[in-house]
């Protein structure tokens, strides 16, 4: 099997929904976040704050390259940032964009401060997700709507997407 690779903003589910999936498949699955983390031996936010957001890109996109021995892959919500990722995935298997609304996805991070680039203002906030968004779709093969479904919904979803490739 070709690896499937969750995209989409923070706070869209693509953690929780990977790991259920990779369940329901009985496949191998890790999140891109996490191998940084363990690999660099340092949390997000402070790679942010030590070394800025270039190294941490930088990271990504190597570690991408690394993960993509698994078989169910969640990324970072900004993988879609370099061009070169989208080359990694789509060599290595098929990229699914989890489309939650801005309403949704604010909601669900309103206490969240470990992601740096949530700790913005408003406008900040509608600015990156209004830029992101066509970025994921251009990216996608298949997009899925997560916004009032439960986390079963999509990952039947997905696996229905799966089954027909
Ligand atoms: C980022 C999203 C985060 C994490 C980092 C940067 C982004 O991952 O990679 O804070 O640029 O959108 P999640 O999408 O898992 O929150």
Do not use: C
Request: charge should be negative; aromatic fraction near 10%; charged fraction near 35%.
């Amino acid at each position: 099997m070709n690896t499937i690779y969750l995209i989409g903003f923070m706070g869209s589910g693509k953690s929780t929904i990977g790991k259920e999936l990779a369940e329901v498949l009985s496949k191998k699955y890790i999140d891109s976040d996490d191998y940084i983390e363990n690999k660099h031996q340092e949390k997000i936010p402070n790679i942010f704050k030590t070394k800025g957001e270039e190294v941490f890109r930088d990271y990504e996109t190597v570690a991408l390259k690394e993960v993509s021995a698994y078989d169910v892959v969640s990324t970072g919500g900004g993988i879609v940032e370099k061009e070169k990722n989208l080359k990694t995935m789509k060599n290595t298997g098929v990229v699914i964009f989890l489309k939650t609304s801005f309403e949704e996805v604010s909601s669900r991070l309103k206490d969240d401060i470990n992601r740096p680039l949530w700790d913005n203002d408003i406008e900040g906030k509608i600015k990156l997700f209004n830029r992101r968004i066509p970025l994921y779709e251009s990216y996608a093969d298949y997009i899925i709507n997560t916004d009032n479904k439960s986390i079963k919904e999509i990952v039947r979803e997905i696996s229905g997407v799966i089954e027909e490739i």
